[in-house]
């Protein structure tokens, strides 16, 4: 089993960009200056890609692409707070605060369609690349810490259509469903899961319909599902038409360890591509305890950041290091932890204390 998340609070949803979008009648509100953006290679001078323009498919959608930092994230705002009476620890918050983090879209949005869109129009307008997670399947989480999503596979399918709606033909990356392909032997039946990877197809194939968008599927982690079992799962869902599969997200897993499974999944998948979420990995997994056990997924202490997000992979196969779960947010109930995605900033600063970098 994974953590996952529900976001309980949205700064990209500011009073100007539902102005923008009309989303709202609010009046006196006034369109701020484009986010801050850094290459995603790392390296500056990096040319900058339209991200109104269609992309390549079959091309990184990373490539030449820009992260944007969140001024108005919980990091940033916690680091600010403490600056004047806590320098070192708004020193180590800034580690956080200075990277970029994905978006979670999922049935806490009334208006999904206008909350995409609104999400994408705050990434591309400053020249930045929407990362966005889909996370709604209904029976999400097997009714765990972050239970909830579509009351029907009808529900989710006209979902999956409004999310598309709001993204247009902008540029966007989607990573589908964490766990929903790994957890689902845990508690649903046969007839069940064929309709999980059926409803997983069908966003797989609205998706990648249009001009601008890249998938990617969740796989779980290099300590969850085997290979040999995760890969057919992966192809019923449809993983010939997406972009490629992500692992790791809401996890704590080693990078070796995952890009070693994920060489194994893509050799049974004809060469498919796969990113990696870094952001709570610096230290891997717990020692001594089982990959499902909630010890080694919920909350555990000593975890550090990872590697910041980056296409300097030194990897052909892995198109982006990525902040996929954004570090200080709870997994759950579970060690003496916030609900899931509630923001914790001693988890946060323990994180970021623990840093190699």
């Not at 999904?112 to 690349?129: C, M, P, Q, Y």
């Not at 997200?249 to 796969?274: E, I």
Request: aromatic share 8%; with cysteine.
């Amino acid at each position: 089993m994974i953590s996952t998340v529900i976001m309980p609070r949205f700064p990209w949803l500011s009073c100007s960009l539902a102005l923008t979008l009309a989303l709202t009648s609010s009046a006196g509100c006034v369109i701020p200056p484009g986010p801050a953006t850094i290459p995603a290679s790392g390296v500056s001078g990096q040319p900058r890609a339209d991200m109104s323009a269609p992309r390549v498919k079959g091309e990184n959608p990373f490539k030449d692409a820009y992260w944007v930092i969140d001024s108005e994230s919980n990091a940033r705002r916690t680091a600010d707070q403490w600056r004047a009476s806590r320098s070192a620890d708004a020193a180590a918050m800034d580690k956080i605060a200075g990277q970029p983090a994905a978006a979670w879209m999922g049935n806490w949005f009334p208006q999904i369609e206008n909350a995409v869109k609104t999400f994408v129009w705050s990434r591309t307008r400053g020249g930045g690349l929407p990362v966005m997670i889909l996370y709604n399947l209904p029976y999400r989480d097997c009714g765990g810490y972050s239970a909830g999503g579509a009351g029907s596979a009808a529900g989710y399918r006209k979902w999956i259509d409004n999310v598309a709606a709001g993204t247009g033909s902008k540029r966007a990356v989607f990573v589908l469903e964490p766990d929903g392909l790994p957890l689902m032997t845990k508690c649903l039946n046969a007839e069940k899961q064929t309709e999980r990877v059926a409803m997983i197809r069908y966003a797989v194939e609205k998706l990648e319909s249009l001009p601008g968008a890249a998938v990617y599927i969740d796989a779980g982690h290099s300590a969850w599902v085997p290979a040999a079992e995760m890969a057919p799962r992966l192809k019923a869902a449809g993983i010939d038409l997406a972009d490629g599969f992500s692992l790791n997200v809401s996890n704590y897993q080693a990078t070796p360890d995952l890009l070693k499974y994920g060489h194994q999944l893509s050799a049974l998948l004809g060469g498919k591509h796969f990113i990696i979420d870094t952001s709570r990995n610096g230290n891997g997994a717990v020692q001594g305890v089982d990959g499902n056990d909630e010890r080694a997924w919920c909350n555990p202490d000593g975890r550090a950041l990872g590697t910041p997000p980056t296409t300097n992979t030194g990897d052909p196969l892995c198109d982006a290091y990525y902040w996929l779960k954004p570090p200080g947010e709870s997994d759950g109930r579970c060690n003496h932890g916030p609900a899931a995605g509630n923001w914790w900033p001693d988890k946060a600063l323990e994180m970021a204390r623990n840093a190699k970098w």
